[in-house]
């Protein structure tokens, strides 16, 4: 795992330097790769203020940016990465250089923005609200959100790729002339290929601790995801890392090693945003034999699929990223379960991984987040008999959440997991 | 409240307003079907050439929201919440089926949540694209295609351009006379109040839009003649913002020394200002209209798409130049941005617009409120305070 925790801090390091350089900078949202291996292959280094939301959060500078936008008239109920990033922006703006107490080194100020339509609604909107501090011009990439029964229907999928490549076409054209530079189109598609085998072994990995005793815990996954979610540098070596990792969780499956290094007394699934400021919070519940062996889809890669047979990148990225918000509407459509893309999965995720429980954390400022938390734990009660404790908390926040609140119900929570086992073995289920 | 059908205009206005499902139900026991939508942006002429009634799905700011929490937080769009309420508690029982749109996350989340817990006759889902690049716009032609589709499959009709071009016209025709009776509030003092005027949008709502055209009909004829219409005011104002479907928040407004004389809401002028051009294949117009034409935040929108370089005024005149025109038109004074908590959408917005609002130096203030009666008794003291700035 070690080789992954300097991934974050290289990415800082790197775009600062690029931007001395005069190298372009992009300031990216998570895109699901649709838009980073493009960036990628026109030498475009990026960086996510999503990310750096956490890693402000981390670090305690995040109060002062919230704090900066509230004064700028930004509403309290909003993403705190979007906060935290406005107000930065608005520092850097004022100042004309990056802020002296920004971590790592701070991010370069942008050649362009990168938003989407993509899970949340603030992904365009707090970059179009960036204009205000950042002349640099927004792309808005296009992600269909196709409900489960309609995305199954004769000819949708088919016009809803169609629109993402001529979408990300217009991307491509768009860029060639912000950047005075051509689209290097065997690069893009060697890009591709490495990010679908990247994201191949990967999934890899996370399919190995449905084993007992869970061998990799939450907390170990979200240092390795940062490869996958948020593509940087050298993918090839990315690749042979998370085989390095597979090697390592496979030979703690082989020999019962508990990734939480204690007895597993509890298998649970954790939805849907961490928060990054506290993790410790997951180590404390560890020590209580609590183990997150499977977290909320937002964070892994696609259900694997075969793209061979299309040979035009943009369209390998298309469906690689359609795949993210569908590969399973089939299975949806067919248990008449019609939630989407982070709601769906976490039932089988339950079921698959055998979870006592699942531990929600309820976002006061991130609702794409959070939206269906209250449906997915009526529905993992209801079809599974898995039981779920609901901590509020927030994305930057550290006042929203209280860690020693949310302990302090681990001792009842442990006692209801117990008995829905019982319960589930009442009704037939194997775990 | 029984709805007599001899009332006419503001009187019928206020009696639908009043009981907003009594004429659904009527139609529904004559044998037609009634479908219900959220937001502006489900494509009501397709549901009218089919010979549906559409039904606008509103909140209830009086009804505590009880049922939907066991399935929606409650720290998303109380307006939202309120609607999935009421379903849940089956005030939505005479709707043969829903047309939802991927207008906002929240919408989006809450559509299949209605799916799934209220497992209507017919649930369609159109996916807006967020941008009005022209791959969008044709992609949202596809997507009125599968709606054409699902709902041919439902009524067991065809929905034939020259039938569906009717229908644009008739709901072109609607539109003309909203427009029609908001330029009843050019004048100084207005003929009609915003408290009115909304009733009248929420009537619109509920009705089949020949229906509507009648009631906008005498209504104007009515307002035009009447001597006993709102007084003048010190401020003439444009309210903008998330969806008001209830008058509690204009009646506050109007109660103080203010007319609101224009709106930018989507139960209102946001929802039938622009019209659908009639196009040779009716989708193309229909889908320009819905995905470029409708100015909701939900969608971006930029000066020149794909343009490389970004100025930040020429950006903001050009998604909200048409505030500024209104208010040239309407002769407003003051603006007031409101939104729901938990908007999202709209909250992005607000510092923009403020600063585009100050550029042309049109006095404004931001409220926010939380879909209830209860927080409306704070905001009239800082309605209060920002009136006494335009008064000067």
Redesign the interface.
């Known amino acids: 795992m070690a080789p992954f925790r300097s991934l974050v801090e290289e990415r800082y390091q790197k775009s600062i330097e690029a931007a001395k350089a005069g190298e372009p900078t992009a300031w990216c949202v998570a895109n699901y790769s649709m838009g980073d291996p493009i960036l990628m292959a026109m030498g475009v280094q990026t960086v996510y203020p999503e990310q750096y939301g956490a890693v402000c959060a981390a670090m305690g500078t995040a109060q002062e940016y919230l704090k900066r936008s509230a004064d700028?008239?930004?509403?309290d109920?909003?993403?705190g990465y979007?906060r935290n990033s406005l107000g930065y922006a608005a520092k850097m703006t004022e100042l004309g250089q990056i802020p002296a107490e920004a971590p790592m080194g701070g991010m370069a100020k942008p050649k362009l923005l990168l938003?989407t339509?993509a899970?949340?609604?603030?992904k365009?909107?707090?970059f179009?609200?960036m204009?205000?501090y950042?002349?640099?011009?927004?792309?808005?990439l296009?992600v269909?959100?196709?409900?489960?029964?309609?995305s199954l229907?004769e000819?949708?999928a088919e016009?809803?790729i169609r629109?993402m490549v001529?979408?990300l076409r217009?991307f491509v054209?768009?860029l060639e002339?912000?950047l005075n530079k051509k689209m290097d189109w065997d690069r893009l598609s060697q890009i591709i290929n490495d990010v679908i085998e990247l994201n191949r072994v990967w999934r890899q990995v996370i399919e190995l601790r449905k084993a007992r005793p869970g061998p990799m815990h939450m907390r170990d996954f979200l240092v390795c995801m940062n490869a996958s979610l948020f593509l940087f540098g050298d993918l090839k070596a990315w690749t042979e890392a998370y085989r390095k990792v597979y090697a390592e969780v496979k030979y703690r499956v082989d020999n019962k090693i508990c990734g939480i290094n204690t007895e597993e007394k509890y298998r649970l699934i954790f939805a849907q945003i961490p928060p990054f400021h506290s993790l410790k919070f997951f180590d404390d519940l560890a020590e209580r034999g609590w183990n997150f062996v499977i977290e909320g889809s937002n964070y892994h890669p696609p259900i694997p699929a075969d793209y061979s047979q299309f040979s035009d990148p943009l369209e390998r990225i298309a469906r690689f990223s359609y795949q993210f918000f569908t590969g399973f509407h089939e299975d949806a459509f067919h248990d008449?379960?019609?939630?989407?893309y982070f709601?769906y999965p976490n039932l089988g995720y339950a079921r698959d991984y055998q979870c006592d429980g699942a531990l929600f954390h309820?976002l006061?400022t991130c609702?794409?987040a959070?939206?269906?938390?209250?449906?997915v734990q009526?529905r993992l009660m209801k079809k599974l008999k898995v039981p779920t404790l609901v901590v509020q908390g927030d994305l930057v926040d550290l006042k929203l959440f209280d860690p020693e609140s949310a302990l302090r119900q681990a001792s009842a929570f442990e006692e209801t997991m117990t008995h829905y086992r019982k319960v589930r073995k009442e009704a037939g289920l194997a775990w | 409240m029984v709805v007599k059908t001899q009332s006419k205009g503001l009187t019928r206005v206020q009696e639908i307003y009043q009981d907003r499902p009594h004429r659904a139900r009527e139609l529904k026991a004559g044998g037609k079907k009634v479908m219900g939508y959220m937001c502006i942006y489900p494509v009501l002429e397709m549901l009218t050439a089919l010979d549906m009634v559409p039904y606008g799905i509103l909140g209830d700011i009086k009804e505590p929201i009880t049922k939907a929490?066991?399935?929606?937080?409650n720290?998303?769009c109380p307006f939202v919440r309120s609607c999935l309420d009421l379903g849940l508690k089956g005030k939505y029982d005479f709707l043969d089926g829903v047309a939802l749109a991927?207008t906002?996350?929240?919408i989006?989340?809450?559509?299949?949540?209605w799916?799934?817990y209220l497992d209507p006759s017919y649930?369609?889902?159109i996916?807006v694209?967020?941008?009005t690049?022209k791959?969008?716009q044709?992609?949202f032609k596809?997507l009125l295609k599968?709606f054409q589709?699902?709902l041919e499959s439902f009524t067991g009709k065809q929905l034939t351009p020259p039938v569906l071009k009717k229908a644009i016209q008739a709901h072109n025709q609607q539109r003309a006379l909203v427009r029609e009776l908001y330029d009843l509030r050019k004048p100084d003092p207005p003929l009609i109040s915003g408290t009115e005027t909304l009733k009248v949008m929420v009537a619109l709502m509920s009705l089949p839009v020949n229906e509507g055209i009648n009631l906008l009909k005498e209504t104007i004829a009515e307002v035009k003649q009447r001597k006993n219409g709102p007084q003048k005011k010190s401020a003439r104002l444009l309210v903008w913002g998330s969806i008001i479907d209830n008058i509690s928040l204009f009646e506050m407004i109007e109660s103080l020394d203010a007319n609101i004389v224009i709106d930018d809401t989507c139960v209102g002028s946001r929802a039938y200002f622009p019209d659908v051009e009639l196009t040779e294949d009716p989708l193309d117009g229909l889908a320009h209209r819905y995905l470029v034409e409708l100015k909701c935040?939900?969608t971006?929108r930029?000066a020149e798409i794909?343009?490389?370089?970004?100025?930040?005024l020429t950006?903001l005149e050009s998604r909200f130049g048409y505030l500024g025109e209104y208010a040239k038109d309407w002769k407003a004074n003051g603006v007031i941005l409101q939104?729901l908590?938990?908007c999202?959408?709209h909250?992005?917005?607000?510092?923009?617009i403020?600063?585009y609002l100050n550029h042309i130096g049109l006095p404004n203030i931001?409220i926010?409120h939380d879909y209830s009666e209860a927080a409306l008794a704070p905001l009239k003291t800082r309605v209060q305070a920002f009136l006494e700035v335009i008064r000067g």
């Open positions: 700028e008239g930004f509403l109920f909003q993403c979007a938003g339509g899970t949340c609604d603030g365009f909107k707090w179009q609200a204009a205000r950042l002349d640099a011009p927004l792309w808005v296009e269909p959100h196709p409900a489960v029964g309609e229907k000819g949708v016009h809803n629109f001529e979408e217009e054209s768009f002339r912000l008449k379960e019609y939630m989407g709601a309820a006061l609702r794409p959070t939206n269906q938390l209250i449906l009526d | 929490d066991s399935c929606l937080p720290m998303v991927h906002c996350d929240v989006e989340k809450t559509a299949h949540i799916h799934i649930f369609h889902f996916d694209p967020h941008t690049h791959a969008a044709k992609q596809e599968d589709k699902s935040p939900r971006f930029e794909g343009a490389t370089k970004k100025d930040y950006d939104a908590r938990y999202d959408t909250g992005y917005e607000v510092p923009g403020k600063d931001y926010e």
